[in-house]
Nanobody, 116 residues
Framework: QLQASGGGLVQVGGSLRLSCAAS????????IGWFRQAPGKEREGVSCINSSGGSTYYADSVKGRFTISTDHAKNTAYLQMNSLKPEDTAVYYC???????????WGQGTQVTVSS
């Protein structure tokens, strides 16, 4: 399973680091994705990283402000979010797709609120 954490209330321009801890499986063979869903909106992809960490993707809305990473020793993925804006307010979810077992895992979501 995946356990997402690190959300909270932050002012505009602030930073948060979201964590996504895996248990029961290894992230060594998993691509990781972070998604978010704001009230009344569809879930959208924010960022993803492949299992080796050599390839990353960022949505245009977060490019240059967010950084995705994976610490394989801790079996945990992160999303560092800087220069936060009110439009970043959403529930953030992490996802892992294990390419060996072909299993898909979702975290429970963590709320990020950016106040202006």
């Amino acid at each position: 399973q995946l356990q997402a954490s690190g959300g909270g209330l932050v002012q505009v321009g602030g930073s948060l680091r979201l964590s996504c801890a895996a248990s029961g499986f290894t992230l060594d063979y998993s691509a990781i994705g972070w998604f978010r869903q704001a009230p009344g909106k569809e879930r959208e992809g924010v960022s993803c990283i492949n299992s080796s960490g050599g390839s990353t993707y960022y949505a245009d809305s977060v490019k240059g402000r967010f950084t995705i990473s994976t610490d394989h020793a801790k079996n945990t993925a992160y999303l560092q979010m800087n220069s936060l804006k009110p439009e970043d307010t959403a529930v953030y979810y992490c996802n892992a797709f294990d390419r060996v077992t072909m299993r898909d895992y979702w975290g429970q979501g963590t709320q990020v609120t950016v106040s202006s």
